[in-house]
C-alpha cells in the first residue's frame, strides 16, 4: 500500500524557515517523481513544486522560485521541501504527492497524496 | 502559463442524477488532464488520467472526456459519497495547474 507522510509543518513568523518532509513506503521510490501541492485556508490546490525520480531536474511554481528548495533523499525514502522566506500568503496545507507513472519522461498527474501538513505564517 | 476554468463553480444535485462538469484549457493540452475529488479536511483522489483513463478503483459511473481545450466529467448516477468537490489539472508542461473547483452539493 502507498503512503505518504507529510512532517515539519507548524507556525512560523514572516521571514522564517521551515523545512517539511514527505516519508515515503509502499512503492519503489527511487523510480518516481514527485511533487507538493498546497491548498490555502478554503481555497483551491495550487502547485508549488515537483522533481524527477533521480532529484537531477526540479520545478517551481513562480509564487516560491527562489524562496522554496525541492530535493529527496532515495536512500531514505524521503522528499523534502526547503521554505525560507515564508510570507502569510504561503499558509496552507502542504500535500505531497506521487507521479502516476514509472519512469516516464514529462510531467505526469499525481496518482497519491500524503494527508497534508499545515504551514502558518503569522506574527 | 495554462489556465484552466471549471464550470459551474457549484452543481446542486440529487443522488442519482447525471453530473457534468466542464474544464477549459486557455490552450491546447492535447489529452494532459487529469480530474480529481476532494472531500473536507482530505487529500485530493485521482479520478481520471490523460482526460479519459479510469484510476484503479474507481467507480465506473466516473468518466472523462475532451481533448484540446475543452473536458467534461460524467458522473451518470450521482451517489451520496460523491458529494465532493472536483478539480481538473493539467500536466501539459512543467508547471501543473489546477481548476478553481466545482463543489457538488445535495439538491
Known amino acids: 500500500e502507498v503512503q505518504l507522510v507529510e512532517s515539519g509543518g507548524g507556525l512560523v513568523q514572516p521571514g522564517g524557515s521551515l523545512r517539511l518532509s514527505c516519508a515515503a513506503s509502499?512503492?519503489?521510490?527511487?523510480?518516481?517523481?514527485m511533487g507538493w501541492v498546497r491548498q490555502a485556508p478554503g481555497k483551491g490546490l495550487e502547485w508549488v513544486s515537483a522533481l524527477s525520480a533521480s532529484g537531477g531536474s526540479t520545478y517551481y511554481a513562480d509564487s516560491v522560485r527562489g524562496r522554496f528548495t525541492i530535493s529527496r533523499d532515495n536512500s531514505k525514502n524521503t522528499l523534502y521541501l526547503q521554505m525560507n522566506s515564508l510570507r502569510a500568503e504561503d499558509t496552507a496545507i502542504y500535500y505531497c504527492?506521487?507521479?502516476?507513472?514509472?519512469?516516464?519522461?514529462?510531467?505526469?498527474?499525481?496518482?497519491?497524496w500524503g494527508q497534508g501538513t499545515l504551514v502558518t505564517v503569522s506574527s | 502559463d495554462i489556465q484552466m476554468t471549471q464550470s459551474p463553480s457549484t452543481l446542486s444535485a440529487s443522488v442519482g442524477d447525471r453530473v457534468t462538469i466542464t474544464c477549459r484549457a486557455s490552450?491546447?493540452?492535447?489529452?494532459?488532464l487529469a480530474w480529481y475529488q476532494q472531500k473536507p479536511g482530505k487529500a485530493p483522489k485521482l479520478l481520471i488520467y490523460?482526460?479519459?483513463n479510469l484510476q484503479s478503483g474507481v467507480p465506473s459511473r466516473f468518466s472523462g472526456s475532451g481533448s484540446g481545450t475543452e473536458f467534461t466529467l460524467t458522473i451518470s448516477s450521482l451517489q451520496p459519497d460523491d458529494f465532493a468537490t472536483y478539480y481538473c489539472q493539467q500536466y501539459n508542461n512543467y508547471w501543473w495547474t489546477f481548476g478553481q473547483g466545482t463543489k457538488v452539493d445535495i439538491k
Open positions: 504527492a506521487k507521479y502516476g507513472q514509472i519512469l516516464v519522461a514529462g510531467p505526469q498527474y499525481f496518482d497519491y
Open positions: 509502499g512503492f519503489t521510490f527511487s523510480s518516481y517523481g
Open positions: 490523460k482526460a479519459s
Open positions: 490552450q491546447s493540452i492535447s489529452s494532459w
